[in-house]
């Protein structure tokens, strides 16, 4: 058995703490996946290049969704729910990920990079807004540091 219980401990007794730190790993990905897609741009054009990224993603990550849990829930899908993901598929990796990887095509990476940091004040509004959830003052008190200053 491994020490202090090991993943299973973790999973359950920390949840907060393994969300924040999966958030954070997301975000470093996220992060130096700029500077690589800048680079990228220089041989292979943006919307082509999008669209390799997240075909490949597609393809690595088609084997976990094709377990038989997930297989299960994806053929339980109705003709609404197909047409609401193919809705969502199309403008969060379509036209956002290609409009991402345009922007970046003419503009600097830190540009880019700076005009995403308003995400996290459109993220709050809406959330205010149509789910009710109102951010903590130690949360406002991160989007206001996060936010570029002129």
Known sequence: MPLFGGANLFRHRFPHLR???QAMF?????STSWVLIKIGLEDIPAITFAGLRY???FLCLLPFALRHGHLTAIRSLSGRGWARLVTLGFLFYAVTQ???FLGLAYLPSVTVSLLLNFTTV???LIGIVL???RPTTLQWL???VNIPSP
């Open 19 to 21: 969300a924040v730190l």
């Open 26 to 30: 997301v975000t470093i990905l996220w």
């Open 55 to 57: 075909s490949l993603a």
């Open 98 to 100: 290609g409009a991402q």
């Open 122 to 124: 459109v993220v709050a």
């Open 131 to 133: 789910l009710a959830e």
């Open 142 to 144: 991160g989007i206001l």
